[in-house]
Nanobody
Framework: QVQLVESGGGLVQTGGSLRLSCAAS????????MGWYRQAPGKQRELVAALTSGALWTKTNYADSVKGRFTISRDNAKNTVYLQMNSLKPEDTAVYYC?????????WGKGTLVTVSS
């Protein structure tokens, strides 16, 4: 089992920045993918950014809508994944969820709300 605790959401004005954090605990030794998803009201949950780690490599991928504005990173010592969000837009308003994958299992956080005012 993996437990995830997200933090960092809140209210910000257009053009502002926020950093989301997701701390993992439990059976974390085999985590190979950590990512952020979001779900806006009335819309489906979508991938925002993901970080896939191998023994000697790391790969990141981003939704087109956030490329150049958001950055995903991971602190292995703290078992934490971050999402730095810059130049926020009203359309970024959503509940942001952390997801980790260990082997064939996916684990989700409870979500943190990000609201961008115009």
């Amino acid at each position: 089992q993996v437990q995830l605790v997200e933090s960092g959401g809140g209210l910000v004005q257009t053009g502002g920045s926020l950093r989301l954090s997701c701390a993992a605990s439990g059976s974390i030794s085999s985590i190979n993918v950590m990512g952020w998803y979001r779900q806006a009201p009335g819309k489906q949950r979508e991938l925002v950014a993901a970080l896939t780690s191998g023994a000697l490599w790391t790969k990141t991928n981003y939704a087109d809508s956030v490329k150049g504005r958001f950055t995903i990173s991971r602190d292995n010592a703290k078992n934490t994944v971050y999402l730095q969000m810059n130049s926020l837009k009203p359309e970024d308003t959503a509940v942001y969820y952390c997801k980790v994958t260990t082997g064939a299992m996916d684990y989700w956080g409870k979500g943190t709300l990000v609201t961008v005012s115009s």
